[in-house]
């Protein structure tokens, strides 16, 4: 290949809508590894275990289970008529008003569970709200098609908490638990300028949402709440069976692992929309790509993971082979799901949505009686569920979308 013919395909790669999400993706968790970086070497093992749990899982989770599926009748509406063509301000008033309301009775619920403090009650509760806001902006751009818009709303946050990390870490010198986690509540907080703006700004036409659709986002949401049980159950089995530090590892190495994750999330947040425009989308080509990536990434973490948190926590935390290949073949397995997972938030009907979420809570009972299993053997155990839960799920979705997909 000739260097003119190399350049004009490096053009068209980076021009690639997938490939630009992939580069701000990667770009922004560069910095949620420094940030985790200095929080790992920061904090105590028990009170990053604690940071984690309460940002990554419980107000991850809320921000999904509350949220009742809408972020895909917003992909489905708005990704063929434009949001500014219905009447839309009252029923996101509502809806935002009934998140908050069911968001105080569940923070205080896993508050006492978990006998967390009442400041963490504070951090998971306006957290989770905006954590909903925040996907509920970046669901209305990317029904719009402006897909890295959509991410840098999603990722603001990580941008803004590092800053403001940084500048506790190295002027103020004052790092604990609860400064931590009000820093990261501030750092949630900046979409709401945007959501008030776009309230007070953006017009209304003259066309209703139909009730169908929110009712066939409510399909999808029964679908998502398996899919919760699934990727975020360990960790809520961890603080509980194991303990806070054990939960610290969990979170280290797979914060060393996030390339997987944006990864996954590069390609689903420009698929998902394509499946919603196009009927017959040949992904094959994608499928490949994914596998390739796998096996790349996987060989790596297999070499380096340990030198990685040798250098990053100064031999504070480190993790057997054993368990960094679990961790890979764990991630390959989500990683390869994210094409199914386009397909059903794009274009799946009902039947198929149905027989998706069965194998889901299939997959959930599994998973659980897995864990009460293997528990006895930590970490490890942990992974053994995940893995074999996943692959089922992944298998399940193939099986089901594999004449639409491939």
Known sequence: MTFVGIKKLSHEIIKHKAIQNFIIIALISLLQI????????????????????????????????????????????????????????????????????????????????????????????FGSFFACCTMILAGIFRSKGKFNTAVLIERTHSVVFFIILLYTYFILKNFDLTTISLLKLISFSFVVPLLVYILLKWKEGPYQIKKNAIFEGLTLWEMSLTVLVLTNIDAFFIVKILDYKEMALYSIIGSVMVIFNFAREAIFSVYSQKFAKIKDFNSIKVVKIIILISIVLTLFFIISTNFILQILFGGKYSASYLLVILFCIYNTLFFLYVIPSCY???????????????????????????????SKFGLTGFLFASIISQGLRTAGGYYISFKKIL
């Open 34 to 125: 420094v940030s985790n970086v200095l929080l790992g070497r920061g904090l105590s093992k028990d009170d990053f275990g604690k940071f984690s749990f309460i940002i990554n899982n419980i107000i991850s989770v809320f921000s999904v289970l509350f949220l009742f599926g809408q972020i895909s009748t917003i992909l489905r509406l708005f990704s063929s008529r434009d949001i500014q063509e219905f009447q839309w301000k009252k029923k996101l008033i509502s809806f935002l008003l009934l998140i908050i309301v069911l968001l105080v009775v569940a923070s205080y619920l896993v508050v006492i569970f978990y006998q967390l403090t009442t400041i963490m009650f504070v951090i998971v509760l």
């Open 344 to 374: 059903f938030m794009g274009q799946g009907i009902k039947l198929e949505l149905r027989k998706m979420m069965a194998i889901n809570i299939i997959s959930v009972v599994l998973k659980i009686s897995l864990i009460f299993l293997f």
